[in-house]
């Protein structure tokens, strides 16, 4: 079946770092970009950052920029977010996704197979 | 930025009823190939968001007939035929012509009667 399956996450202090992980399987990892979406408590999807399939273009939301940093494994089939100094408007589920996209050179992005979520808390 | 607004931001339906969501954007979302990038997304209870909806009005794989999208340039309209009781949650459009950002609308919680 393909999935997405996403570890890490927790609970965090102000101003801490986390590393979110998703693990792809049965699908042609590198063929894809891979997208980071958030979802705070009660409130709507915010895009987070996406990555194209050959880890050549990396795009993130201005809420993020210059704090998290978007990576890919093509070889482990890995995704991954590094959030470094996070604020406690961070608080969100964290989901991970598939493009039906390579790159975003061209418009037409939509995300066919999500992992589970992770609940990322940032608290003091 | 572009940004997505739906309405209504909740609604009842009886089962077998039809229903309507509305997606208005800042911007027309027609690109100059003549496609218009916009879709529709549903966030079940409890569960991740799945694909409906793309480019407007293609249905994603697996997704029942009874769902249909439509709509060009700034105004986009989800439709669900006779609304079943797992149709139940949040539906979000996004938009995918100007990225980054990529922009979601608001959501509109679909409920049964």
């Known amino acids: 079946e393909v999935q997405l399956l996403q570890s890490g996450g927790g609970l965090v202090q102000p101003g801490g770092s986390l590393r979110l992980s998703c693990a792809a399987s049965k699908f042609p990892f590198a063929s894809y970009a891979m997208t980071w979406v958030r979802q705070a408590p009660g409130k709507g999807l915010e895009w987070v950052s996406t990555?194209?399939?050959?880890?050549?273009?990396?795009y993130y939301a201005d809420s993020v920029k210059g704090r998290f940093t978007i990576s890919r494994d093509n070889f482990k089939n890995m995704l991954y977010l590094q959030m470094n100094s996070l604020r406690v408007e961070d608080t969100a589920v964290y989901f991970c996704?598939?493009?039906?996209?390579?790159?975003?050179?061209?418009?037409?992005?939509?995300?066919?197979?999500w992992g589970q979520g992770t609940l990322v808390t940032v608290s003091s | 930025d572009i940004v997505l607004t739906q309405s209504p931001v909740s609604l009842a339906v009886t089962p077998g009823e039809p229903a309507s969501i509305s997606c208005r954007s800042s911007q027309s979302l027609v690109h100059s190939n003549g496609y218009n990038y916009l879709d529709w997304y549903v966030q079940k209870p409890g569960k991740s968001p799945q694909l409906l909806i793309y480019?407007?009005?293609n249905r994603a794989s697996g997704v029942p007939d009874r769902f249909s999208g439509s709509g060009s340039g700034t105004d986009f309209t989800l439709k669900i035929s006779r609304v079943e009781a797992e149709d139940v949650g949040v539906y979000y459009c996004m938009q995918a012509l100007q990225t980054p950002p990529l922009t979601f609308g608001g959501g509109t919680k679909v409920e049964i009667k």
């Open positions: 480019v407007a009005s």
């Open positions: 990555l194209s399939g050959g880890a050549e273009s990396a």
């Open positions: 996704a598939k493009d039906i996209l390579n790159n975003w050179d061209d418009p037409g992005a939509a995300f066919d197979i």
